[in-house]
């Protein structure tokens, strides 16, 4: 997902409330970390193309690009020149190898039952992909692999990538006339970033003569995102009388964004009743800064309980090692300060512990004591406390 804004600081504010785990993506990474802006390394390496890089003929923005490079220059950093070479390799397997069978793979039937719905050089290109084979698709695999390790030395040498955001902009009459060449010619210096599994922002970087506007784009290390955020804000508002968009509001006007200070250590704390998404208690997360990283399920082992005589109404989690488990709880993370006044809340028979989740990992956790279980009613095949609450709200014939 891309965030579209007028300043890193309003892309920063949209990512820090978007990005999170998603446990029905099978691509989301446990290891991801909340979105927080970061302060750049001092000084902060730049890499730039050590040869020449194509401009399509355009030398207003070739000039456009070379003042940027100056002006993240005049900003501290220091420009380190690179091999271009991997990175330029990558961007042309996009739509030239098999990658392109996964777009439509994504469309499902839909070229062929309703080709209209798609425009006719799109549908072209996508059909295209029907010719591909396994065989081709791993040969791209690996000579993907090989032109990422390649770049790893690139890497080393640079802790953010310059290029332009596109070397060139068309006219709509010379799109149409060759749409496939000119749309590829748009792509050389972005095709590349999700295919080596890396992060990007564009920011503005002046207009040509004719008022057409030129971007840049910093590109760096997969979840490097937080940085990349605080150096485009930078390199945006080095530019002279940098308005937002085509509005009359300057940029100057605007906050600047901030690097978040991360603390000292963050404790992730899984919550089965009253504390899940729209229940009674959630407040006391919301109120200590909270933040939902993901929805995941416990084991078997575990059995959940509805407890009597108590407000608001809450489930107990037992862990005898006969359970159907399958439970659902919700993922909070806080700092440990905010923890640590989170678990005085917490009454009896209720209290926080180690659990286990269905993927091995364990974390600390809401489990009841055992006694408060007897007698209760055990909703284990329920799966979840809404879903049980959700049963007993609805009417019975």
């Known amino acids: ?66 003042a940027a490079v100056e002006r993240m220059a005049a900003l501290g950093a220091v420009i380190v020149p690179i091999d271009y070479a991997p990175f330029e390799k990558a961007a042309a397997m996009l739509y030239a190898g ?49 032109l990422t390790r390649e770049a790893e030395r690139e890497w080393a040498k640079m802790d953010v990538l310059l290029l332009p955001t596109a070397g060139t902009t068309y006219k709509i009459e010379e799109m149409l006339a060759d749409p496939v060449a000119l749309n590829t010619n748009l792509g050389v210096y972005t095709n ?15 207009f040509r003569p004719d008022g057409i ?13 937080g940085m990349l955020a605080a150096v485009g804000d930078a390199l945006h508002r080095s530019l002279t009388d940098a308005r937002l968009g085509v509005t009359s509001v300057s940029l100057s006007s605007t906050p600047r964004i901030h690097s978040q200070t991360t603390p000292t250590k963050l404790v992730k704390v899984a919550v089965v009743g009253a504390h899940l998404s729209g229940q009674p208690l959630k407040s006391q997360l919301i109120e200590r800064n909270a933040k939902l990283v993901e929805t995941a399920r416990t084991p078997s082992g575990y059995r959940l309980y509805a407890l009597a005589s108590t407000s608001p109404p809450k489930p107990g989690l037992v862990f ?12 909070w993370e806080m700092d440990d300060a905010a923890f640590g006044s989170f678990v005085a809340l917490i009454p009896a028979p209720l209290g926080i512990g180690t659990i286990a989740l269905a993927d091995g990992r364990s974390l600390q956790g809401f489990l009841c004591e055992a006694y408060a279980a007897r007698g209760a009613e055990d909703i284990t095949a329920f799966g979840s406390w809404r879903a049980w609450l959700a049963a007993r709200a609805r009417p019975t014939a």
């Open 213 to 225: 506007p030129f971007g840049v784009t910093l590109i760096g290390p997969a979840l490097s995102d």
């Open 192 to 206: 590349f970033v999700n295919l080596m599994d890396l992060a990007a922002i564009a920011v503005p970087a002046g």
């Open 98 to 146: 098999p990658w392109v069978a996964e777009r439509l793979a994504a469309i499902g039937d839909l070229a062929e039952q309703n080709p209209e719905a798609i425009h006719p050089v799109v549908r072209r290109i996508l059909l295209g992909a029907k010719s591909k084979t396994a065989l081709e698709a791993f040969w791209a695999f690996y000579e993907l692999a090989a």
């Open 320 to 331: 005898d090692g006969t359970g159907a488990g399958g439970i659902e709880v919700e993922i």
């Open 1 to 66: 997902m891309s965030i579209f804004a007028l300043t890193a600081a309003d892309a920063g504010r949209v990512a820090a409330t978007a990005i999170a785990f998603d446990a029905d993506d099978p691509y989301a990474r446990h290891s991801a970390p909340p979105f927080a802006v970061e302060a750049a390394p001092s000084p902060l390496r730049v890499g730039v193309p050590s040869g020449a890089i194509p401009f399509f003929g355009d030398r207003d923005y070739e000039s456009l690009y070379r």
